[in-house]
């Protein structure tokens, strides 16, 4: 389903703002366009991919727009680019639209918010490895975790394209209603249907809501939930495969639900990138040999992000 084109060129190429819209608390969904062989370049990118950002020229929004407790990081200086993946990519009229999910966090997200349309950023991308797709499956479950959720609106929507056949389930997870980043909850009627969130509903997919302190949805983490999911239905492990994408924790509990179910995982790792392609070495993830207890390092930037899960050493 993704293919990393190691021979096309990684850029840095120059994207368009079209739009930058708050969706929620500190969510904003920004929407670039590329052109030419950045158009060309991005129209391949796959779900769980990433590119780095440079946000060393872009400005501070209004002082009054500045969150309280960033009034300090916001002085700081944006030397290094930034990684975000992608939760939607679309081609029309030869110009490829991408749009990245992000939360005002930092600094260099804190000069995110004041980017607008005809605004011109310096991007490098598609990077890493994706999620893909092993023959033979009939269900996919999607887990997101908070912020996580970004990489799986772009799969889910590749996943119904690309195979009309498979049954399709979102689960989507955080601590609280006001910390899920999605546009909208649909209502009640809907969420008894089963189509918690409109990015969802959008291609037809199930979806279900879990929030830690029972503000939305199911009372729990989002892997309970996916865990009473699967007591309440049928799932052959061999024909389901489980997508992850959020805290560590999470995919660490993913992760040993779906050893237990013997159901293929794979998991979006989160490490800090400096530079997205292997060279400063900054992203290790430990990984199991297999057939072994020794263990050794890959790198999140061009190993992953995304990993099966039986690879990840998860800590605890």
Not at 187 to 195: A, K, P, R
Not at 255 to 263: T, V
Request: hydrophobic fraction near 40%; charged fraction near 20%; glycine fraction near 12%.
């Amino acid at each position: 389903m993704t293919d990393n084109h190691p021979k096309l060129n990684k850029g840095p190429f120059t994207a368009g703002v079209c739009a930058n819209k708050k969706i929620g608390e500190s969510f904003y969904r920004l929407g670039l366009v590329f052109e030419g062989e950045g158009g060309q370049v991005f129209a391949k990118a796959g779900p769980g991919q990433f590119a780095q950002i440079d946000l060393a020229e872009v400005g501070l929004p209004p002082a009054e727009a500045i969150p309280e407790g960033l009034a300090d990081a916001s002085r700081r200086q944006i030397l290094l680019r930034r990684p975000f993946s992608f939760c939607e990519v679309s081609v029309k009229d030869k110009k490829t639209f991408v749009d990245i999910l992000y939360c005002v966090v930092g600094p260099a997200s804190l000069r995110m918010m004041g980017l607008s349309a005809g605004n011109r950023i310096s991007i490098i991308g598609p990077l890493g490895r994706g999620f893909w797709m092993p023959e033979g499956k009939k269900a996919a479950l999607l887990v997101a975790g908070g912020m996580g959720a970004g990489p799986l609106i772009h799969l889910a929507k590749n996943l119904t394209c690309e195979q009309p056949g498979l049954k399709v389930t979102v689960f989507a997870g955080a601590k609280s209603a006001k910390k899920l980043p999605f546009k909208k909850q649909l209502d009640g009627v809907s969420q008894e249907l089963g189509f918690s969130l409109g990015e969802f509903a959008d291609y037809g997919i199930t979806s279900l809501v879990a929030t830690d302190d029972g503000s939305a949805g199911y009372h729990g983490p989002v892997s309970d939930c996916l865990r009473q999911w699967l007591n309440e239905h049928s799932l052959a492990g061999k024909d389901g495969i489980i997508y992850a994408c959020g805290p560590e924790a999470m995919l660490a509990s993913v992760a040993e639900i779906s050893r237990q179910r013997n159901i293929d995982c794979q998991v979006s790792m989160e490490r800090r990138m400096a530079c997205g392609i292997g060279i400063c070495q900054s992203c290790a993830v430990e990984c199991r040999l297999e057939g072994s207890n020794e263990t050794v390092y890959k790198l999140c930037c061009k190993d992953g992000p995304v990993f099966d899960s039986k690879e990840i050493a998860f800590s605890g």
